[in-house]
Every structure is written in C-alpha cells, then in structure tokens.
C-alpha cells in the first residue's frame, strides 16, 4: 500500500509541475514526509497528511478519490469520508500504546491481574431499567422491565459496557479496590478491536473539574489538548480537533475519581453529567456517590456496579506466585505459605481484611515478595497491629522506603539507575502530595506557593538575569566600567518591574496557570495559526515596550548625557525626558510588532505529539527555543534600527539634541533583542516558569530536588507514580492522603556534610 501510494503522489505531483519542495511549501507537509512516501520508507500516512497533500496539489472536490483509496484502500461505503476519520483513529492509536504502558509499568501482568469482581448494586443508585434499555426494548411496561445481569470479573468489563443499550455505567469500589486497574482494562479491552465508528475511550480524572466554572464538553476538549497539544488544530468546523471529537460523540470519556471531586462540587457535577447524554464510565467510592445521589439523583440511563472483595482463594493463587524462584521446580515452602494458612484460620483477622483490595495486596507483594529480607509472618503479629488501620499505615509507611532502597541493577534505559535516599525522597514526595491536587503537572508544581511570592520572585529572577547578561555585553562592547554598572543596574531594575508587571497582568490578577503552549512555532512553510490574538499582544508589548523604554531613556540615556556633558539638573530632567519619551515609543513599537510577530508564526503541533510529561516538557521547551530565535532578532533589529531612525528624524526638533550613533543604535539592538527575549521565556512561558520555580527556587528553598525531571521520572520507574497523559499522578489516591499528612511531621532531611535544615511550608 505505501508503495503504491508514493507512485500515485508522485505522479500527481509531475502532472501538477511541481517540485517536492513547492509541494511543501504548498501543504505544509515536511519534504522529509514527502520524500518518505514517495519512496515507500513511510507507511501508513495519516488521514489529515493525505488531505493537506490533496490541498497543495490543487486537486478539485472529486480527484482526491485516488489519493485516498491509494492510501487506506479503496472505500466499498457510499458515505464520503468522515474528515473526523483520521485524527480519532490516531488517537485510539495514542491512548492503546499509553495504557499498555502504563500496564507494563505498573506490572498488572505479573504474573496476571489480581481478579476484580463485581455485582450489580441495589435498585436505589441505578435509573430506571426502561431507561437505560431504551432504545434496545422500546415500548417495553416501564415498570415491569427486566433488570440485565451486570455481574463479571476484570476481563469482561468491555462486554459488559457494550451489553449496556445506553452505554452508561457507573463503577463504584472503596479505596483502593481496583477502579483504576479496571478502567486501564477496559480501555484497552475496548479499543481491540475497535470498530471504526465507536468512540474512543479516553480516561479524564474527574476530580480536577470544576463544573461551575467550565462545561464538561469544554473540559473534556482542554484536557484532550492538554495530553495532545496537536488536537488544538483546527478541526473541519473550525473548532479545534479535540472539540470535534467531543462534540461528534467521538470520545468515550472514562472519568476517573468522582469521589476526589469538593463535595460542593458533587451535585453541580453530578446534573452536569445529567445533561450530557452520552455514552460514559464513571468511577467513585459508593459513599460520596451515594451522598451525591441522594441530593439530585441518579446517573441518567446509567446502570452501575460495584467491586467486590478480593478472597483467600484469590490470595492464595497469586501472592506466592510473586516472589522470586529459587531452588529449583520444587523449591522450599513459599515464604506466603504460613500467612495463607493462618489467614485461612483467621479469616476474621487485621491482615485478612486488609488484603480483600487489590491495592493493599500490591504494597504488600512491593514490600515483603520483592524485597528478600522482609518475611511477611511479621504482619501475622497482632501486638503489633492489633487493628485494620495500623496494618494499613504500617504498609503504606514502609512502601516508599522500600521502593527507595539502594539497588545495583540497571534502569531501563540501560544505564545505572540513580538512587535517591529514602527519606529525602520521602520529604519530596510529601511536599508533591500536599499540592492539593490529583494532577502533578510540572507547569503546575509551583502552586504551593501564594501568587505574590511567584510573582515576585519571577520579577527579581528576570531582573537578575537580565542585569548580569546586560553587564557582560556592555563591557564586551567596550563600555566603561561605571557606565556599564549604571546600565546594568537600571535595566535589572526596569527589566524586573516590566516583566513582573506583565506577568502579574498576563496571570495573577486574573488568578491564572501559566499553561504550556499548545502551539509550535513554523519560520519556514504555510503555518496554520490556531488563533491568532493580535489585540491583546498589541497592547501587552506595547505597554511593556512603552514603560521600560521610557524609564531606560530617562534614568540612563538621558542622566548618562547629562553627566558626560556636566550640565545642570534643569538642562539634565530636560535630556531624561526627551530621552523617556524617544525611547519609550521605539522600545512599545518594537515590543508590539515582536509579540505580534510571534503569534503570525504560530502552528499547530503534530496529532500524535506529546502525550507524556517529558514529550510536552522537551516539546515546549522547543518551543520557547524557537521563540527566543524570533524574538531576539526581530526585537534587536526594531529597536537598533528603529533607535536610529527615530532619533534622526527627530533631532534637533522639538525634543532638543539628541545624541545617538548607528554603532550605539546597533548594539542595543543586539543587546535589547537577547535580554527582552530571556524576558519573555522566563515571565510569560510555562517552560520559564518551570525553570525559575520548579528547578531553581523550589529547589533552592528545599522542597524539591534539583534533579527534578530525573526524580519525577524515577519515581514513576519505581511505581510511586504513575503518567495520566501529560501529567503525573500519585499511585492511588490513599498514598497521596497517607503522604500529604506525615510530611509536616518530618523535618527536611540532613544535607551533605551533616547539616540540617527546618522543614520548608509552601506559602
């Protein structure tokens, strides 16, 4: 298929005249792409690389046929293709390889999945069976329909779903009885096969939505843009790809965790899902479902489930399977064997009932099955945990020192891996969980801290890169040293106050994230600007531009004249402000025309970019790289090149003389364009954000480690967290409680060289 495919865009493109590099130019579509599907190197090209093709060949309405059964074969249904068609399947595509991941990672099939079961719950928390029957047995006595029969285990969650007429279902389990594992099952149930016309499962914590500020349709699409920058492209209607799919019935949302929603916000949330009608999983712990219910009521044509217990048989068959092999075919008596048999006497017992939820199961295999020297008789001793909650405290206290212990091997990558001490770690991941939010975003790690200390302290860290970056230039072009220390000095100062002033503007007065960009920046090619908000950067630039240059005209350029020529303080204010004034309008006018020149650049990412911390993390960073090569240039020619005219149709006009030469005009260009550019990555990007909170000052005041990527990755390596998309979430809900409380109870961990420190509270 892919050869035939290169053969008929290559004849296309002869017959229309045009090079690779034209058809390029004309699509957007890469020459490397292009090269690659001309010689069959690629396969498989995606739906809206075939269209943008068709479009920079200038194929008329009925031509593209060819392309497209070139491509995906040809189309046996009368239908025209659904221009939906190719992004949905990419994201069935994306979701299936993240959640096998996930599997992988979080070793669900080793040796197999714990079983999880469930039963049908009482009549009270299910809508009325007519209802959810409906329209499969329509015109049925509604109150005399026959109930389904939901009950199942793990690997018939996606049968079950589709048994469902309405295709709505709430699953409900107590902490830590398997709601998470059973969603990641049924996603992946779910989409093999798939049917090109179901929706695609998609798994949003729902805990993070706040349904009386934004409508679930408009969180759904954010947080599908979030994980998948590239579906902020625009879609057919010219609303965005995420949009469209959630608009069309194109995504299945699975939302995860309605118990971790404010209980003010579970019956605003509650009528809200009410309203949405269409197909759904919904998860929650039977308690907060069953409080949400009773103030509105039930999940329309929803019918629900709830997991049961895990038994001894279920124990017996998996947890001596977990631990390691040695010995031979008959090894010696199972280190679970004792346990297992007093269990079976005890079943009334502290262990027996803590090991009736999968999650507790798992920290015990991680602490006694994985680590050679803990023997789990010890959990056995009741003078020790004489209750439920003291068995499960003693687990969870012990899960990260284990997971932490020293270890030889290799990571997988393939190089050593690093080991992080316990109880710095410990204190790391008790700050992270006391952010009081399920989502650890790394553009969000900041939000312990108040508004006004991140404010603040992005202004004097700007302004101090500022100044010193200003300082080295001055004196490597040759400048006096006082003269140079002046200019340092009142640029850091206008730079922290311009800068602070636009990111208080920008995000804290409107109590706003700094997001990370849902676009790249194209200098070469068609971009496809998403949205282009020409008003709100025109004046943003400009402001900034008009500030700092007038106060940079005033204090420096005019008192420096004004010293050199010894004149007195009325010939001297009179230099400072025909200075301020020249000054301000080349530095508003040349910031105004940048910021806008920024958003005429801006394009979509790929549909299948991103998709994990550390692909939008390094994606953004790109990102921010190739704004600073917009910025810097275009920000250093207007204002060197602008100075210069400026002044020289002004001098010796109403303003006075102004003294300025081309040399000068040019290397404050090239300084102006460097510094304004760390300005804006540093105060008005995500990627800068991160870099001066989360790696340096969060760090530097002992919250975090300075290693931070490389922690936040290990930890999930090690199984504390997991990946939710492009943010990281905490292993369960009830290590993240567990971790939040103890962390005020452990001081900071000892430093190299036998100091201590004070433990650090986020402001």
Not at 60 to 89: C, M, S, V, W, Y
Not at 207 to 233: C, E, K, Q, V
Not at 293 to 299: C, H, K, M
């Amino acid at each position: 298929m892919a050869d035939e495919f290169g053969k008929v865009l290559r004849r296309l493109r002869e017959r229309a005249g045009m090079t690779q590099e034209r058809l390029a130019e004309a699509s957007g579509v890469s020459v490397a792409t292009i090269r690659r599907l001309e010689t069959g190197r690629a396969s498989n090209p995606r739906m809206n690389t075939v269209q943008d093709l068709a479009d920079g060949l200038g194929l008329g309405p009925e031509e593209p046929t060819e392309l497209l059964e070139a491509a995906f074969g040809k189309n046996d249904d009368p239908r025209p293709p659904d221009p939906l068609d190719g992004p949905a399947e990419q994201l069935a595509n994306l979701v299936a390889a993240r959640w096998r991941r996930e599997e992988e990672q979080r070793r669900v099939q080793d040796p197999f999945p714990l079983q999880v079961r469930w039963k049908t719950v009482p009549e009270s928390l299910i809508d009325h069976w007519a209802t959810i029957l409906r329209p499969a047995k329509a015109g049925t006595d509604p109150l005399n329909t026959d109930p389904l029969d939901l009950d199942g285990r793990l690997e018939q969650i996606a049968a079950v779903f589709r048994k469902i007429p309405s295709r709505r279902l709430v699953v409900l389990g107590k902490a830590g009885s398997g709601k998470t594992i059973l969603t990641l099952r049924f996603v992946l149930d779910y989409l093999t096969p798939r049917d090109p016309a179901d929706p695609v499962p998609v798994i949003f914590s729902i805990g993070a939505w706040n349904p009386t500020a934004i409508t679930l349709r408009d969180w759904l699409a954010d947080r599908l843009t979030r994980d998948h920058p590239g579906y902020a492209a625009p879609g057919p209607g010219g609303e965005s790809l995420a949009t469209a799919l959630v608009e069309s019935g194109r995504v299945l949302p699975v939302l995860d965790g309605f118990d971790e929603m404010a209980r003010g916000l579970r019956r605003p949330a509650l009528e809200a899902l009410n309203a949405f009608r269409q197909p759904l999983l919904l998860t929650s712990r039977p308690d907060e479902y069953t409080a949400a219910v009773a103030e509105t009521d039930v999940l329309t044509a929803a019918a629900a489930i709830e997991l049961t217990d895990l038994t001894l048989d279920d124990l017996a068959a998996y947890l001596p399977l977990t631990t390691r092999k040695t010995g031979g075919a008959k090894s010696a008596k199972n280190v679970w064997s004792p346990v297992l048999t007093a269990l079976r006497k005890q079943p009334s017992s502290p262990l027996a009932t803590v090991l009736k939820t999968p999650l507790m199961v798992s920290l015990a295999r991680t602490i006694y099955s994985d680590t050679p020297d803990h023997d789990p008789a010890d959990l056995l001793k009741t003078e020790h945990f004489g209750s439920p909650a003291e068995l499960e405290d003693h687990l969870l206290d012990n899960f990260v020192p284990v997971v932490y212990r020293p270890r030889h091997d290799r990571s997988p990558a393939g190089g050593p891996r690093r080991d992080f001490d316990p109880e710095r770690a410990r204190h790391w991941l008790g700050h992270l969980a006391r952010l009081n939010t399920s989502d650890l975003a790394w553009w969000r790690l900041d939000s312990g801290l108040r508004r006004s200390t991140r404010t603040l302290v992005t202004a004097l860290t700007t302004g101090l890169v500022i100044g010193l970056v200003d300082f080295v230039a001055s004196l490597g072009f040759g400048a006096v040293l006082k003269y140079a220390l002046m200019d340092a000095t009142v640029v850091a100062l206008l730079s922290g106050l311009v800068f602070g002033l636009m990111h208080w503007l920008t995000f804290t007065v409107k109590d706003k994230q700094v997001t990370p960009s849902a676009v790249r920046l194209s200098i070469r090619g068609r971009p496809a600007a998403l949205h282009w908000t020409a008003g709100p950067r025109l004046v943003l630039g400009s402001l900034g531009g008009l500030v700092f240059g007038f106060g940079y005209g005033f204090l420096f350029i005019g008192m420096m004249n004004a010293d050199i020529m010894k004149v007195g303080s009325t010939v001297a204010l009179h230099l400072g402000l025909a200075n301020g004034i020249v000054f301000g309008l080349i530095f508003s006018g040349a910031a105004g025309l940048t910021f806008c020149l920024l958003g005429l650049l801006e394009t979509p990412f790929d549909i299948d970019s991103a998709g994990d911390p550390r692909s939008l993390l390094n994606a953004n960073r790109r990102t921010v790289i190739t704004q600073l090569l917009v910025w810097a240039p275009a920000f250093g020619v207007a204002v060197g090149f602008g100075s210069v005219a400026v002044i020289g149709l002004l001098q010796d006009g109403p303003l006075g003389s102004l003294s300025w030469s081309l040399r000068a005009g040019l290397v404050s260009g090239l300084v102006s364009g460097l510094c304004g550019a760390l300005g804006f990555a540093l105060t008005l990007t995500a990627w800068g954000q991160w870099l001066v909170l989360a790696r340096i000052w969060l760090p530097l005041t002992g919250h975090l480690p300075w290693t931070l990527v490389t922690f936040l990755d290990d930890a999930y390596r090690r199984g504390v967290l997991r990946q939710a998309g492009a943010v990281y979430q905490f292993r369960h809900a009830r290590l993240q409680h567990h971790l939040a409380q103890a962390h005020p109870a452990h001081s900071a961990p000892e430093q190299p060289g036998g100091r201590s420190r004070a433990p650090h509270t986020p402001e």
